[in-house]
């Protein structure tokens, strides 16, 4: 999905620039990015990450930057950041988000005859580039980025770099965040709020959907008021984001406890030992095991000194390979056992049954699983989540095509946790994964473990609802 990280300062800002955007590197799939502004212009270096960790890639440019503002981003596959040139002046630009009408905005820019692209890669458009080329037609930064927001199907949340200090706007309807903080001589604006304790900024303001602000080294400034509606997305307190982080004032890591906590008083499982498949299901595990008081236990390790999250590489086939090497099984917890995993969600599927029949193979006796959210029925058309080329690769639209024998007319129908079809289809995929049992967490439950109102929470993926 991709994160960002922006800082002006009355001092040289590059250390809190290179360690608050490398606390969003849970995020990211390929490319980083830092731009600097000092008093020859804007430096700028990019890198491919979808390999080697940002720091090590980084490391060596830090010491060649220097300035009082800059931003930085884990990016999806895009180069950012990118310099620009316009009669708003020069700026920096980074984006957060998804544009679905990429191709239509395409058209018309070039239907006008006077619009060109430089930052291809292959023959796509640069999503960044589209937004800038949106911001420069109008006369003002803030008049350009609501034009943006308003033009384009999905989302999109931005960081501007200018002479007098940086725009942070967050998406039309808050589907991701953006969150302003601030220390003595310093203002910094993050994507995840777990990139501020260590390097001393304190939460000042989590901006509404739209709004916009402009940040000096002395603070900020409001420049468009917030929209009423807000759609922010679940699946940033189910998996995406960093337990130490806060949305809309929320922890992360407090939300999967709950989440867990709500699972554990549905039942009475007969277990011996409560666990989370690492790292994104341990948070939700630790509070099943404390509500239902039962142990939590490690049955698998995670490597993490060089293996990244599963979902980063693009080939299916090396996904499940992260998948399979970063987690070291341990025999003597396992062996004999009746386990409960909890786990944040159930996407393909095709990494969890390897992980199962793993749990099986070093003498489990069950395997039971409880995901933190309902099955994914509806792939996300606001954010880049899912890595899938088809919705039928979920394993709730696949479990729903082996039922019906096409994929399902009254998908509605199976998204509903208390019909027939909704549970027609959880059997099939707990046969297909081979667990001794399979229970879902209930969207009402969900919303309940987040706290926020139900009107307020983007649950497409689950509901198909907008």
């Known amino acids: 999905m991709g994160g960002f990280f922006g800082v002006v300062s009355k001092q040289d800002c590059v250390t809190d620039l290179f360690y608050g955007t490398d606390y969003h590197s849970h995020l990211g ?63 920096a630009i980074v984006t957060v988000g998804v544009i679905r009408n990429l191709a239509e905005l395409t058209r018309k820019a070039f239907s006008k005859r006077t ?42 949340s931005i960081l501007l770099l200018t002479a007098k200090g940086i725009y942070a706007a967050r998406d039309r309807l808050g589907r991701t965040p953006v969150v302003i903080g601030q220390k003595d001589g310093a203002v910094a604006a993050t994507f995840e709020t777990c990139a501020f304790p260590n390097l001393g900024y304190e939460v000042k303001r989590y901006l509404g959907p739209g709004e916009i602000v402009f940040c000096t080294a002395d603070g900020f400034e409001v420049r468009k008021q917030p929209n009423a509606r807000m759609q922010i997305c679940a699946f940033l307190w189910v998996y995406y984001g960093y337990p130490a982080s806060c949305y809309e004032g929320i922890n992360v890591e407090e939300v999967r406890n709950r989440c867990g906590a709500v699972l554990a008083r549905s039942e009475k499982a007969a277990v011996d030992a409560v666990a989370g498949i690492p790292d994104s299901g341990v948070g939700h595990a630790l509070g099943y095991a404390s509500e239902a008081g039962i142990p939590y236990r490690r049955p698998f390790v995670k490597y993490t000194p060089t293996w990244p999250r599963s979902f980063m590489p693009q080939d299916q086939s090396i996904r499940d390979l992260v998948a399979r090497m970063k987690l ?15 786990e944040d969600s159930i996407v393909r599927g095709t990494q969890l049954r390897d992980t199962i029949q793993r749990l099986f193979d070093c003498g489990a006796r069950e395997v039971h699983m409880r995901p933190a959210c309902p099955p994914l029925l509806f792939g996300c058309k606001f954010l880049n989540f899912s890595r899938s080329r088809s919705e039928l690769d979920l394993a709730g639209r696949k479990a ?53 109102p139900a009107d307020q929470v983007c649950t497409y993926c689950w509901t198909g609802k907008e």
């Not at 799939?29 to 080697?52: E, M, P, Q, W």
């Not at 458009?125 to 037609?137: D, G, R, S, Y």
């Not at 199976?414 to 399979?438: F, P, W």
Request: charged share 25%; proline share 2%.
């Open 29 to 91: 799939t390929k490319r980083g990015g830092l731009a600097v502004l000092n008093s020859t212009g804007i430096t700028r270096f990019i890198h491919d990450i979808s390999s080697t960790q940002f720091r090590s890639k980084f490391e060596h440019d830090v010491g060649r930057l220097h300035g009082r503002a800059g931003v930085g981003v884990i990016s999806d596959y895009e180069d950012q950041p990118l310099i620009i040139g316009s009669h708003l002046g020069n700026y």
């Open 115 to 156: 619009t060109h692209f430089s930052e291809m890669s292959g023959t796509e458009i640069n999503p960044t580039e589209m937004i800038a080329t949106l911001i420069n037609q109008e006369a003002s930064f803030e008049e350009g980025i609501q034009r943006a927001q308003e033009a384009i199907e999905g989302s999109c």
């Open 328 to 342: 070291i099984p341990v025999r003597e917890i396992i062996d004999g056992k009746r386990l409960l995993f909890c």
């Open 400 to 452: 729903i095509h082996e039922i019906e024998g096409e994929d399902g007319k009254d998908l509605h129908e199976y998204a509903r946790s208390d019909s027939q079809k909704h549970c027609a289809m959880v059997e099939l995929i707990r046969k297909q994964l081979g667990l001794t049992s399979l229970k879902y967490q209930r969207i009402e439950d969900l919303i309940l473990a987040i706290g926020l």
